[in-house]
């Protein structure tokens, strides 16, 4: 009712404008009703139209004071009907965005929405991954929603935020904030509120990464160390990393679920390389480490397929496994 007032007021406005200025023309220029109504109009549209009969400076005078008023009231009319539209968009979209939170599960939360979460951020939405971002600064957060990303705006480190990104219901966390300090709040937070979730840290030191890592975090990454690593990696095995890069060849792990059709088939049965193009380079059965993988190995409910392949490949075979 409140937005409707809005456009009904300037509406009633714009009504009384008219009859006015209708009726000043009638006395000031005995003018026939219609044609007064019509004088009216062609002002305050200010068509351009040429006047009904030549008019006094009375009725010039009255003629400006209707385009004034007139204009007036169109431009406060368009502002409100603009600003109730645009409103309403933005309502829906909220909402909407609100649902799709409250039916996340299994999800992904990212703290942090600069250079690493965007990059993280990327790979999730690449792989087809449900993810929320959560950043302190306004701007991040709008950056996120324009990539049509989920995002909330607030601090990580406090738990009604966390909650806010359905953590309970989460797969995962990854906090990637400036500091390490930040980091461990969000992992002790996290770890608190979802035991069971994995939780992936940066840490700007290697001292800070060891007490991130004490908080509960499952694995603790340290940027530059891992940039320097993986430089080194490109000196000295160039053919390597460049086949990895151009022909962006991936490693994912399928976990195989009680109703999963891939129990108790074997490898060869399944023939994954020649129908998919993917690779099973290794079998995690619990603590055991199946490498290579025999062929003729019938799979197990719980066991951890490492396979390479490419990311489309890879995404048919999950799809396959689950």
């Known amino acids: 009712m409140g937005q409707l007032n809005r456009i009904l007021y300037p509406l009633l406005f714009m009504v009384f404008v008219i009859a006015v200025g209708t009726a000043g023309y009638v006395f000031i220029e005995d003018m026939r009703p219609f044609d007064a109504l019509y004088m009216t109009v062609i002002t305050i549209s200010t068509v351009g139209f040429s006047e ?17 008023f007139g204009w007036g009231t169109i ?3 368009i502002t409100r009907i603009f600003g109730v539209v645009v409103e309403r968009e933005f309502t829906q979209l909220f909402r909407m965005r609100r649902r799709r939170m409250k039916n996340l599960k299994d999800h992904f939360i990212v703290c942090g929405f600069g250079r690493m979460g965007r990059k993280a951020a990327d790979f999730l939405a690449k792989n087809g991954r449900d993810f929320v971002i959560i950043d302190i600064k306004g701007e991040r957060v709008q950056d996120a929603i324009d990539m049509g990303y989920l995002a909330i705006e607030g601090d990580a480190t406090e738990e009604e935020i966390l909650k806010k990104a359905g953590i309970e219901r989460a797969k995962g966390l990854a906090s990637l904030l400036d500091s390490d300090h930040a980091n461990l709040y969000v992992v002790l937070n996290a770890r608190s509120l979802n035991p069971d979730m994995l939780i992936v840290s940066s840490a700007l030191t290697e001292k800070g990464g060891k007490l991130i890592k004490k908080a509960g975090a499952d694995r603790v990454i340290l940027p530059f160390e891992w940039a320097g690593v993986r430089i080194g990696r490109f000196l000295v095995q160039p053919v390597v990393s460049n086949f990895l890069d151009v022909y962006q060849m991936r490693v994912e792990e399928i976990v195989l679920g ?65």
């Not at 009969?53 to 004034?68: M, N, Y």
Request: proline share 8%.
């Open 75 to 77: 431009s406060v009319l």
């Open 258 to 322: 009680p109703d999963s059709p891939f129990v108790g088939k074997s490898l060869k049965e399944l023939s994954l390389s020649r129908k998919y193009g993917v690779y099973v380079i290794a079998i995690l059965r619990g603590e055991q480490v199946i490498l290579p993988p025999d062929p003729d190995l019938p799979l197990q409910e719980g066991d951890v397929l490492l396979v390479i392949g490419k990311t489309e490949s890879l995404r048919k075979v999950e799809g396959l496994a689950a």
């Open 52 to 68: 009904v009969k030549p008019l006094s400076d009375a009725g010039r005078l009255w003629t400006i004071l209707v385009i004034l």
